[in-house]
């Protein structure tokens, strides 16, 4: 294996890398600990966040990217040979999901194909019949053990995912009630009828379901196209977990890139006031003025064209795919920062009033400290609730965009993209409606736990936008 | 008041010489007009003279922003800025990078639009205000959760779904009215109500969700109160006091409505087949007529202004406190 890291990747990882420098720095901090925990208490929030990070785990498998090593071949010793495909640690996890490709549609759990085909039989004469698929089932010799076969799989997938997360759970648990209180009987009592700090009767059902559904899964996807093949007949499972990455990456890259801008010209406009803030109101009401989609359109057409124009740049399909979904990002991110930019600039100058602020300037430290030990961490929390809030609309506005041809590489595993290119398999007669399916299922439940979880950060970190109810 | 439009009017107008800097950069300096003919014309085979004249015809072939050669005025107005761009002003939107007059096309394809957008946008809020107001009048019964959990559940799906949904359950399973199409007129409304009801219930979950917040902001208000004391029933309370008094945060909300009305519609006309100019966007954008793109961005820039002023202006109509300074 040769690995290799493609741009998103490195930031993607990156990201991840300052989440965790941001954890570890808030845990040490009771103010920033106190809305966190406020969030735990939220059994909405915790099953939420067990749903994201399931995702999370399979797009940062997905996001490790490397050459496979081909097979030895004989009489060229010592030297190793790469594929010249590149592919991710997650393709290695799913193993034959990848390679198992079928010649066209096939329905979810079929043993046969969608369409009749010409079959020779072995004494010469040919009937018109729909053919055997030649992975899905195939371990099966008559069609009718199909219903048994499901249940007894998924029912194994299912008890071995049960024990696994009785090993996972019942340590925790165990730490908890020896923390806590000493009996351990008791403890778990209480924790499971949520009368401990934070209520786990939620969470723990939330992920036991997420561990029955994965064991399931993995227990019947090398064995049947749980949900289905699509027209080249590529598994639509796989493909669906694969757009996971995609998804996951729009929605936090163009956050990374929307951030600087807004902070920045937020908190100049805000404390400076005068003709900064006249000019950075200017440009985020003029930017404002032009309708997205347009913008991101037009920002794409060029990225087209310049692509077009450069095509020896690019070395590979995974990499011009790859270049495209970042520039999808920074496009987006670009269009994108006016909205918080607004409402930081309205928090800064409602801040350099305040009597620290004033005290700070009384004192004689310079602006950049000011606004960096001072102004900085009391907007944070606002930079906070946008970074969440933000996360589903753009997981959402994937798709549409794709649909318009203007998202991300045709080539690349999407949301979007299975939607735009199984929109026209409905008019069909009996209707292919399993890839469609998938890829809202998916994107419904990403975007309902992104949502959910969004909603109690911000009631956690902005009291005061908390409905009354 | 006129004196208030007038300036509001002429501080639009450095904000869409900004608009028209923009695409003009956008357009024109980061792609060359050189890259854009080899996009239209092919990549490798084409000749330069194919380019020329493909320049020529569009009228790209003029020097960017200054004229050297020419005299006079004409140093400025010889130019691809001034030919492409300051006469966007005028609404004079050229010719389609395919030959055709824009303007035309866009006075031919506003009508289409408007058909759907208006009911849309009339209809929806109507059907969503009043939820909403339902939903507050329920508050903290078992309803008001049971609605907010699904409008959450609503708001986490694709707009994609509820296009592609509607067409298969009403279209095609039930054969109440056609998939897509248009017609102009009174027989054109079979074509009509699918999108429309389609556009509504999509932003429902969204909208009412909004709503029933600054519907609850303003029932612990103190003159909520004093109408309660009076005697006054909850529904008067609800429907003429809370509901008179939440106009401006609505009217806040419908301006971040209007433009999503845009982007709405562009995906709707396209999937329902509507020749409206949602689908002339999409069209151009698929074609890479950067032309016609051009004008669909100054022309989206100029209705959302138009939108803010109007937000303004009615703000003194349901308050009369608000005054113009």
């Known amino acids: 294996m040769k690995f290799t890291l493609l741009t998103t990747d490195v930031l993607f990882f990156g990201l991840i890398i300052a989440a965790g420098a941001y954890a570890w720095y808030a845990a040490g901090k009771e103010h920033l600990r106190a809305p966190w925990r406020e969030v735990a208490k939220n059994s909405f929030a915790t099953s939420a966040a067990a749903v994201l990070l399931t995702f999370l785990i399979i797009a940062i498998l997905d996001s490790v990217h490397f050459y496979p090593r081909l097979d030895q071949v004989a009489g060229d010793r010592g030297k190793a040979h790469y594929a010249t495909e590149v592919i991710s640690l997650f393709d290695r996890v799913v193993g034959r999901l990848r390679s198992q490709v079928e010649k066209t549609y096939s329905a979810p759990f079929a043993l046969t194909a969608f369409s009749k085909e010409t079959i020779e039989l072995q004494d010469g004469r040919s009937v018109r019949d729909y053919p055997r698929l030649r992975y899905g089932g195939a371990h099966l010799s008559e069609a009718c053990e199909r219903g048994l076969d499901i249940a007894r799989r998924a029912l194994g997938g299912a008890l071995w995912a049960i024990a696994i997360w009785l090993c996972i759970v019942l340590p925790i648990l165990y730490w908890h009630a020896r923390r806590w209180t000493r009996a351990w009987a008791l403890a778990t009592r209480s924790e499971i009828n949520g009368g401990g700090l934070i209520p786990f009767r939620v969470p723990l059902a939330v992920t036991a379901g997420i561990a029955v559904v994965v064991g399931v899964c993995a227990a019947l996807a090398p064995y049947y196209h749980i949900f289905g093949t699509d027209k080249v007949g590529i598994d639509v499972f796989y493909q669906t977990l694969k757009s996971i990455r995609t998804g996951l990456i729009i929605g936090t890259l163009t956050t990374l890139v929307m951030l600087p801008f807004a902070i920045v010209m937020g908190i100049t406009a805000g404390y400076f006031r005068g003709w900064i803030d006249d000019v950075i109101q200017y440009l985020y009401t003029t930017l404002s003025s032009i309708p997205g989609v347009l913008l991101i359109a037009a920002a794409a057409l060029i990225l087209e064209v310049y692509m077009v124009n450069h095509a020896d740049e690019f070395t590979s399909l995974v990499v011009r795919a790859d270049l495209r979904l970042l520039a999808l990002c920074v496009i987006l991110g670009v269009t994108s920062w006016t909205g918080l930019c607004r409402v930081l600039r309205g928090e800064a100058m409602k801040l350099r009033e305040m009597d620290f602020i004033e005290a700070a300037r009384a004192f004689g430290v310079p602006h950049t400290t000011i606004i960096l030990r001072h102004m900085v961490p009391n907007i944070m929390h606002i930079v906070m609730i946008s970074i969440v809030l933000d996360f589903s609309a753009l997981v959402l506005a994937e798709a549409v965009l794709s649909y318009i041809n203007i998202g991300v590489d045709p080539t690349m595993e999407s949301w979007g993209n299975m939607i735009n290119s199984a929109r026209l398999e409905l008019a069909r007669e009996p209707v292919v409606w399993w890839s469609l399916l998938a890829a809202f299922v998916f994107m419904f439940i990403l975007v309902l736990a992104a949502n959910l979880f969004a909603d109690a950060v911000r009631d956690a970190f902005d009291p005061r936008l908390r409905v009354i109810s | 008041m006129i004196s208030y439009i007038v300036r509001r009017v002429a501080y639009a107008i450095p904000i869409l010489i900004g608009v028209n800097v923009i695409t003009f950069v956008l357009f024109f300096v980061v792609n060359s007009p050189e890259d854009m003919a080899r996009l239209h014309l092919g990549q490798r085979r084409v000749t330069q003279d194919a380019i020329e004249k493909w320049k020529a015809d569009r009228g790209y072939d003029r020097p960017l922003i200054w004229n050297a050669e020419a005299h006079g005025l004409k140093k400025f107005s010889e ?160 429907y003429v006091h809370v509901l008179r008094n939440a106009l401006i945060p609505i009217l806040t909300g419908v301006v971040v409505v209007l433009p999503s009305l845009f982007l709405g519609s562009l995906i709707t006309e396209a999937f329902f087949g509507i020749p409206g100019l949602g689908s002339y966007t999409i069209d151009a954008i698929q074609r890479q007529d950067f032309a016609i793109l051009r004008s669909m961005v100054f022309l989206g820039s100029v209705l959302y202004i138009l939108a803010l002023l109007l937000t303004d202006i009615s703000y003194t109509i349901v308050d009369p406190r608000v005054r113009f300074e």
């Open chain 2, 79 to 238: 130019t691809i800025f001034f030919h492409n761009s300051v006469r966007l002003f005028m609404f004079d939107f050229g010719q389609s990078d395919s030959g055709r007059d824009i303007g035309y096309d866009i006075s031919q394809r506003m009508w289409p639009s408007l058909a759907i957008a208006i009911p849309v946008f009339a209809v929806g809020l109507a059907v969503t205000i009043t939820l909403a107001l339902i939903v507050a009048f329920f508050r903290g019964t078992y309803i008001d959760t049971w609605a907010v959990v699904t409008c959450v559940a609503m708001m986490a799906i694709s707009s994609l779904f509820y296009i592609i949904g509607g067409q298969f359950l009403v279209g095609k399973l039930l054969h109440l009215v056609p998939i897509s199409g248009f017609e102009p007129g009174f027989v054109g409304a079979k074509f009509i109500v699918l999108p429309v009801v389609v556009g509504i219930v999509g932003s429902l979950g969204g909208g009412i969700r909004w709503y029933r917040t600054i519907f609850l902001e303003e029932i612990n208000k103190d003159y909520v109160r004093t109408a309660r004391a009076k005697g006054l029933s909850e529904r008067a309370v609800l």
